[in-house]
Nanobody, 118 residues
Framework: QVQLVESGGGLVKAGGSLRLSCAAS?????MGWFRQAPGKEREFVAA????????YYSESVKGRFTIFRAYPRTTVSLQMDSLKPEDTAVYYC??????????????WGQGTQVTVSS
């Protein structure tokens, strides 16, 4: 069972930046980021293949967020720039797939809160 631990959430003003990181217990796992705002379903944000060669983004974050593998290869980060209040949510790291569907992932982190003030 892959274990995932997120870090890096916090409070930032609109237009600011944050970087989230996800440390996995295994290397070279395909991973994704999802988010869930109060009263809403969990939604896909970004995903990256096991080797980092291909990335995927939702339309709402494309051009503002970047998912990448950091050293060591067990860590996947999400650089979030030009943040908007509507980006406010709990962000979850997920492992084991490259998919926009939460049900395709086999492991989840505990979540980290991101709050963007206007």
């Amino acid at each position: 069972q892959v274990q995932l631990v997120e870090s890096g959430g916090g409070l930032v003003k609109a237009g600011g930046s944050l970087r989230l990181s996800c440390a996995a217990s295994v290397s070279n796992s395909a991973m994704g980021w999802f988010r869930q705002a109060p009263g809403k379903e969990r939604e896909f944000v970004a995903a990256i293949t096991w080797n980092g060669a291909t990335t995927y983004y939702s339309e709402s974050v494309k051009g503002r967020f970047t998912i990448f593998r950091a050293y060591p290869r067990t860590t996947v980060s999400l650089q979030m720039d030009s943040l908007k209040p509507e980006d406010t949510a709990v962000y979850y790291c997920a492992g084991g797939a490259v998919s926009t569907s939460p049900g395709d992932y086999s492991a989840w982190g505990q979540g980290t809160q991101v709050t963007v003030s206007s």
